[in-house]
Nanobody
Framework: QVQLVESGGGLVQAGGSLRLSCAASGRAFSSYVMGWFRQAPGKGRQFVAHVSAGGSITYYRDSVKGRFTISRDNAKSTVYLQMNSLKPEDTAVYYC???????????????WGQGTQVTVSS
């Protein structure tokens, strides 16, 4: 079992940057594939990125490629999402999640954090 707590959200102007963090507690963080998802008001949950257990393999949705970077520090049991060149359409609650396989399907992730709000003003 792993518990996840996100932080780092906030209000930023378009073109700005934020770095989200997700701190994990519990067992075997370094065994999990870690993902970031987001949900905008009135919309469904959307995959953003995932990173392999060792941190060497990453995967992104097309709309964030080149702007967002997912990374992890297994010694600190933390996964990060660096978000640059933010756009108003990136506004959402961002969630981190943990699973044992590389997947972009939210239903494949059994462990979730509580979310952190990101608001990008135009």
């Amino acid at each position: 079992q792993v518990q996840l707590v996100e932080s780092g959200g906030g209000l930023v102007q378009a073109g700005g940057s934020l770095r989200l963090s997700c701190a994990a507690s519990g067992r075997a963080f370094s065994s999990y594939v870690m993902g970031w998802f987001r949900q905008a008001p009135g919309k469904g949950r959307q995959f953003v990125a995932h990173v392999s257990a060792g941190g060497s393999i990453t995967y992104y949705r097309d709309s964030v490629k080149g702007r967002f970077t997912i990374s992890r520090d297994n010694a600190k049991s933390t996964v990060y999402l660096q978000m640059n060149s933010l756009k108003p359409e990136d506004t959402a609650v961002y969630y981190c999640a943990a699973t044992f396989k590389a997947t972009s399907l939210g239903s494949d992730y059994p462990h979730w954090g509580q979310g952190t709000q990101v608001t990008v003003s135009s």
